[in-house]
């Protein structure tokens, strides 16, 4: 992925795309989203999680974004659906994390 920085864009665009990214620190990247005020549920996909609470997030092993915010300011940089899934998640390209959930803590 290559990105360009541009001025004058419109960070409310929503071009419906969305990533899926792979966290091995599942948990505390669901608390930190949770913190800036970021988690969104994608009415498109509700059926494959809807997670708004940390317990629902590691049930589905999933959960989402919606805006990119500058941490330190909470001024939005980009709208940009981001998938978060944990390694658990079963359709982990990774093979080697790609492991039960009731077996192994990451």
């Not at 091995?24 to 969104?40: H, P």
């Not at 989402?64 to 981001?82: A, C, V, W």
Request: hydrophobic share 35%; glycine share 2%.
């Amino acid at each position: 992925i290559h990105f360009v920085e541009k001025k004058d864009i419109d960070v409310d665009a929503d071009n419906e795309e969305h990533m899926a990214i792979y966290i091995g620190n599942f948990e505390s990247c669901f608390k930190r989203c949770e913190s800036l005020g970021i988690i969104w549920i994608n009415p498109r996909f509700t059926k494959l999680d809807a997670s708004k609470t940390l317990e629902q997030a590691l049930e589905a092993e999933a959960f989402r974004i919606r805006d990119i915010k500058d941490p330190n300011t909470g001024t939005k940089l980009l709208r940009l659906e981001h998938e978060i899934r944990s390694l658990r998640h079963p359709k982990c390209p990774l093979k080697q994390y790609s492991i039960n959930k009731k077996k192994a803590k990451l």
